[in-house]
């Protein structure tokens, strides 16, 4: 098959994710397992888990994973007003991932970093922009309470979206203090852990949606 058109992404092309199976029969059946058992209920709702995985994708980018995730979610029943609410507490965190990284460009300025490059008490820190960037931090920190508060959505529900999106940026200081804040919600760790597995699989699902790309690229003439 070959997509010699300009257009690199379109919905269409999802269809070629199971020409895979052909070419690599094992890890295609294993990671439809694998994302089957993320995505199936448990500890967590398949709609809670469905907008977990909106989140994500939304930080791994990929539109193929938008896509089918904002279709699962809707038929799990979760509204226009819940995937944006999803949508807005990844925004948060992949904005408080570079704004938590920032107690580490502030060590390194002032000659203080050592060998260990994240400890808990370097985050206390991060309230030293308010005095060298202030609008911009109150800004931001307003944008971070709004997006994390309760509303339709529980805080229980943003704080277990926060945890996985904390995941997939790889900020430590937010698994820490998502984490923290999702166990004073009353979230178990099974939950955790579930919301996790989800962030796990959107991260691998991602790089296999990509795939179709990389078979139109191949074809590509």
């Known amino acids: 098959m070959s997509h010699s058109t300009d257009t690199l992404y379109k919905k269409s092309y999802f269809s070629r994710i199971g020409e895979l199976r052909?070419?690599?029969?094992?890890?295609?059946?294993?990671?439809?397992?694998?994302?089957?058992?993320?995505?199936?209920?448990?500890?967590?709702t398949v709609k809670v888990k469905e907008l977990i995985a909106?989140?994500?994708a939304h930080i791994t980018g990929c539109p193929y994973c938008i896509d089918l995730h904002v279709g699962n979610a809707k038929e799990q029943e979760a509204s226009k007003?819940?995937?944006?609410?999803?949508?807005f507490v990844s925004a948060a965190l992949k904005a408080g991932a570079a704004a938590a990284h920032g107690v580490n460009a502030l060590n390194a300025y002032d000659g203080?970093?050592?060998?260990?490059?994240?400890?808990?008490?370097?985050?206390?820190?991060?309230?030293?922009?308010?005095?060298?960037?202030?609008?911009?931090?109150?800004?931001?920190?307003d944008f971070d309470k709004q997006a994390l508060k309760a509303n339709i959505?529980?805080?229980?529900?943003?704080e277990l979206i926060a945890v996985a999106a904390a995941h997939t940026t790889g900020c430590a200081y937010c698994i820490d203090l998502h984490t923290k804040n999702a166990k004073k919600t009353g979230a178990s760790v099974n939950e955790v852990a579930e919301a996790i597995f989800v962030a796990v699989a959107l991260q691998a699902g991602s790089a296999f949606a990509h795939s179709v790309n990389a078979l139109n690229a191949y074809d590509r003439k």
């Not at 050592?114 to 800004?139: C, H, I, N, P, V």
């Not at 959505?153 to 943003?158: A, I, M, P, Q, Y």
């Open 22 to 44: 052909e070419y690599a029969p094992e890890a295609f059946k294993s990671f439809f397992s694998f994302n089957e058992q993320a995505l199936a209920e448990g500890a967590l």
């Open 54 to 56: 909106v989140a994500v």
């Open 81 to 87: 007003e819940e995937i944006a609410e999803a949508v």
């Open 112 to 141: 203080e970093s050592s060998d260990e490059l994240y400890r808990t008490s370097y985050f206390q820190r991060l309230k030293e922009f308010g005095a060298l960037q202030g609008d911009a931090f109150r800004a931001f920190a």
């Open 153 to 158: 959505l529980t805080e229980k529900e943003k």
